[in-house]
């Protein structure tokens, strides 16, 4: 039910690389749906000094929650690091399709659980981890997926700055970025 929902009521959108699918402090009222391509969700701070919070691959989904659901505005944007096609679905056409249908508000939650356990586990790996943990995570878990993240994000996603990711490069005899096939 809910794919002819987003069928029906989505429409594909194209991001070139470098564009942006919103920025932070723009107003949305939609979900994108990932459907090729690789796309960064980041953090500007006041310093504007950029915080990747995830990457987006092929299946995921995202959206502002704060924009969705309090009239606010995003508090991230996202960009395309490749070019990518999205399916922005208004979030007012799932929350319809949810409220009139079992069958979709179990997919609706499905969703919605999915962007927590992401969020959670991105949280854990922040705040437990050392730099030298999350990178050879990200070499394993990140990097496959998403071979064309420059080193500048990659320490922005590690929450690092270059020369430390850098340094942790050099003690894993890495002097440049592994290549995935």
């Known amino acids: 039910m809910l794919d002819a929902i987003i069928s029906e009521h989505g429409r594909d959108l194209t991001c070139a690389v470098g564009e942006n699918l919103f920025v932070q402090g723009d107003r949305s009222d939609f979900v994108y749906f990932v459907k090729a391509g690789l796309l960064k969700a980041s953090y500007l701070g006041a310093d504007g000094r950029e915080q990747i919070k995830t990457i987006l691959t092929p299946g995921m989904a995202i959206g502002s929650m704060t924009a969705l659901t309090s009239d606010g505005r995003c508090s991230?944007?996202?960009?395309?690091?490749?070019?990518?096609?999205?399916?922005?679905?208004?979030?007012?056409?799932?929350?319809?399709?949810?409220?009139?249908?079992?069958?979709?508000?179990?997919?609706?939650?499905?969703?919605?659980?999915?962007?927590?356990?992401?969020?959670?586990?991105?949280?854990?790996?922040?705040?437990?981890?050392?730099?030298?943990?999350?990178?050879?995570?990200?070499?394993?878990?990140?990097?496959?997926?998403?071979?064309?993240?420059?080193?500048?994000?990659?320490?922005?996603?590690?929450?690092?700055?270059?020369?430390?990711?850098?340094?942790?490069?050099?003690?894993?005899?890495?002097?440049?970025?592994?290549?995935?096939?």
């Not at 609706?108 to 586990?121: G, S, W």
């Not at 071979?147 to 270059?162: C, E, N, R, V």
């Open 76 to 181: 991230f944007g996202v960009q395309a690091v490749e070019e990518s096609i999205v399916r922005a679905v208004p979030y007012s056409m799932l929350r319809s399709a949810a409220a009139e249908d079992l069958s979709s508000a179990q997919e609706v939650i499905e969703i919605l659980a999915d962007l927590a356990r992401r969020k959670e586990r991105r949280e854990y790996e922040l705040l437990c981890l050392s730099a030298e943990e999350r990178y050879l995570l990200y070499l394993k878990e990140v990097a496959p997926r998403a071979p064309s993240l420059s080193q500048m994000d990659i320490a922005a996603y590690l929450g690092i700055t270059p020369p430390a990711l850098s340094r942790i490069r050099r003690r894993h005899g890495m002097t440049q970025q592994p290549k995935h096939e």
